[in-house]
């Protein structure tokens, strides 16, 4: 994208991001110019194009924008649930749920990005919901519970996987059945895929207060 973070005003990409959002409720995502961005975001087409350079980067920070969301909701939906497995369940319908809450995003992002171009951005990587995740798996494999015959990396990518594959899925198959709603039986499926077969005991986790 066109401009250095740095130089970037994050309330002038709220703006933006957020006029654009709205104009892609009432057209086509591939009617909408730069030219309709500014007027609704009351910016000049020197600053979008300073700032994203072209349509495709600004739906990719779009993007970005919504699925911080999910971070937000993971890290605080986590915060009361003891269990490691269930934990590890509620994330695993959170993403499903999200995703169904913003199926019109989806289907809208779909339409507009290349897959490939969107998995090289930053906003595919997501760093602040891999973290969590990421954690997530660290603790389950150092507890036993989780497999270690691959790393931490390779089991948040089969995750990742597994719930892009059925969010796609539901989009192109026009599937009326939700995902979110089948999130237990899917997800037993997913545990005895990263599990580990011989779990060994381990002790409770320590110094994470659990808050309700």
């Known amino acids: 994208m066109g401009e250095t973070p740095t130089k970037r005003r994050p309330a002038v990409e709220a703006r933006i991001e957020e006029a654009t959002m709205r104009l892609a409720t009432h057209q086509s995502p591939d009617e909408i110019s730069f030219v309709e961005v500014a007027a609704q975001a009351h910016c000049s087409l020197q600053t979008l194009y300073r700032y994203y350079?072209?349509?495709?980067?600004?739906?990719?920070?779009?993007?970005?924008?919504?699925?911080?969301?999910?971070?937000?909701?993971?890290i605080d939906h986590l915060q009361a649930i003891e269990s490691y497995k269930d934990r590890m369940r509620k994330v695993f319908w959170l993403m499903l749920d999200f995703f169904e809450r913003h199926d019109n995003f989806i289907k809208l992002f779909m339409e507009t990005v290349h897959f490939?171009?969107?998995m090289n951005d930053i906003s595919f990587k997501q760093p602040e919901v891999s973290r969590v995740v990421l954690d997530m798996i660290a603790e389950g494999q150092a507890s036993g519970i989780l497999t270690n015959e691959v790393d931490k990396v390779a089991i948040l990518d089969f995750i990742y996987g597994v719930v892009f594959r059925f969010v796609q899925m539901h989009q192109i198959r026009r599937i009326k059945q939700s995902n979110a709603q089948r999130s237990n039986a899917l997800f037993e499926m997913l545990w005895r895929a990263i599990a580990n077969p011989h779990p060994h005991p381990h002790p409770p986790r320590e110094g994470k207060g659990e808050r309700g």
């Open 53 to 74: 350079g072209s349509m495709e980067d600004l739906w990719l920070a779009c993007a970005g924008r919504v699925l911080k969301h999910l971070g937000d909701r993971i």
């Open 116 to 118: 490939q171009r969107w």
